[in-house]
């Protein structure tokens, strides 16, 4: 939680109590842009330009060279009211490929989060309830001083929304955050897409929605802004263990130290303090060590350290602690849960991408007792299946085949025993 809803402070960001960069310090300077020049796969296509959104109402304006005259025509990209299916599963692998290379995972996290926490359960009128809703790509929001170092998140995952334009900033904002989970080692998030972006600045939500780092009373600030959201203790606590992953930087936040011996080195930028030693792996390890207390290089806020003062909030950290299939379970549904806050769904219903196959049961294709490995699971299932059943329905009854056998098994008996019987009867 920290300054802000996840892992604040992270790897190439920073959080509350920061002095913004010329970038995002005034609501009236420019902020990036699409290089008509540069590669839409490529950071150096971000650039200032006069705007007063980060990325203008969800859609790009491309300056391309006619090919015979050389002037200019813009073409804008189609505003995504919603989201396509088979982009967003592109889209995933993308960003898969993405973190294996930037190690981005605390600050993906972060930009999910940040986009949804301003939520308030007391404002019924989308957008002005917050939420999921892609408004943090707006200058208006990105310069909340809980958002300072967001905009690295935003230049990160840009490319892939110039390559899959029909996919929302809010859906892009909250596909990376579960999938930076999923990919450190943590659980699999039930998550929904097809969240309608906000297209204008003017429909960002007021500072001050999310939380800070080291309030007075720090059980009494997490209660008040996630209450807020409609979380509830278990929840507060559950999504707290996101600070598994990341690192807070002094000169960003206000927060850690410069470096510890577990921040020396990379992967990524180099320095700052982490909650964790190993700082880009999803476990249990965030309420263990705050426990334990067992190491200074280790970073312990204010609002981490509540988890364990608080009487309400101890039960469930002390049981992460020492249950991390608990912790996981809880965080998943958590972590759900917070990404669809405020968000408007096109459908409705929403879209699901992630179809996951059925449950493989060993005992309903041998009696034997030890568990089949995975790859004979999938044998057996692809052989099972490729004539027709699956583990849960039985073979399908083809019966004018077996008629056809039936007879042929008559035809062949008769022919035996009748052999038998004129050969028997020969001598009459």
């Known amino acids: 939680m920290a300054v802000s809803l996840s892992a604040a402070s992270h790897l190439l960001c920073s959080s509350t109590r920061v002095s913004l960069s010329p970038a995002v310090a005034s609501s009236s300077s420019p902020v990036v842009a699409l290089s008509s020049s540069s590669s839409p796969h490529s950071l150096s296509s971000l650039r200032s330009v006069a705007s007063s959104s980060l990325f203008p109402h969800s859609s790009f304006v491309l300056q391309k060279k006619h090919p015979i005259n050389g002037t200019s025509t813009r073409m804008v990209s189609p505003?995504?009211?919603?989201?396509?299916?088979?982009?967003?599963?592109?889209a995933k692998e993308e960003i898969k490929v993405l973190l294996r290379t930037k190690f981005c995972h605390p600050i993906l996290v972060r930009l999910g989060w940040h986009d949804a926490g301003t939520y308030n359960k007391n404002i019924e009128e989308w957008p002005q309830r917050g939420g999921a809703n892609g408004s943090l790509r707006f200058e208006a929001e990105l310069k909340h001083a809980a958002n300072a170092g967001l905009l690295n998140a935003l230049k990160l995952i840009q490319p892939i929304k110039d390559k899959y334009p029909n996919i929302s900033y809010a859906d892009l904002f909250q596909l990376a955050s579960a999938t930076a989970v999923e990919e450190a080692g943590g659980p699999e998030i039930p998550m929904k897409y097809g969240r309608v972006d906000v297209v204008a600045p003017e429909q960002c939500p007021e500072e001050g929605r999310l939380p800070d780092a080291g309030p007075p009373s720090p059980a009494d600030h997490l209660r008040d802004v996630f209450y807020r959201m409609g979380l509830d203790d278990k929840e507060i606590v559950a999504l707290s263990g996101a600070h598994t992953l990341g690192r807070a930087r002094p000169d960003r936040s206000g927060w850690g130290k410069p470096e510890t011996k577990y921040t020396k080195t990379g992967p990524g930028e180099a320095g700052g303090q982490s909650w964790t030693v190993k700082w880009l792996k999803f476990d249990n390890s965030y309420f263990k060590d705050i426990k334990e207390k067992r190491d200074e290089d280790l970073l312990v806020l204010p609002t981490d350290a509540a988890l364990f003062e608080d009487p309400s909030f101890k039960n469930y950290a002390e049981k992460y602690a020492e249950d991390p299939a608990a912790f996981f379970k809880d965080y998943a549904e958590a972590h759900a849960k917070l990404s669809n806050l405020g968000a408007k769904f096109d459908p409705p219903e929403g879209i699901i991408i992630d179809n996951a196959p059925e449950k493989f049961v060993a005992a309903k294709y041998s009696t034997g007792k030890k568990e089949l490995s995975d790859s004979m699971k999938k044998k057996i299932r692809a052989?099972?299946?490729?004539?027709?059943?699956?583990?849960?329905?039985?073979?399908?009854?083809?019966?004018?085949?077996n008629i056809i056998i039936a007879i042929g098994v008559l035809v062949l008996l008769s022919t035996l025993f009748g052999g038998n019987n004129n050969s028997?009867?020969?001598g009459f």
């Not at 052989?383 to 085949?401: H, R």
């Open 383 to 401: 052989e099972y299946e490729a004539i027709g059943g699956s583990p849960d329905k039985p073979l399908p009854t083809n019966y004018f085949l």
């Open 79 to 90: 505003k995504c009211a919603a989201s396509d299916a088979a982009q967003l599963r592109s």
């Open 424 to 426: 028997d009867f020969s």
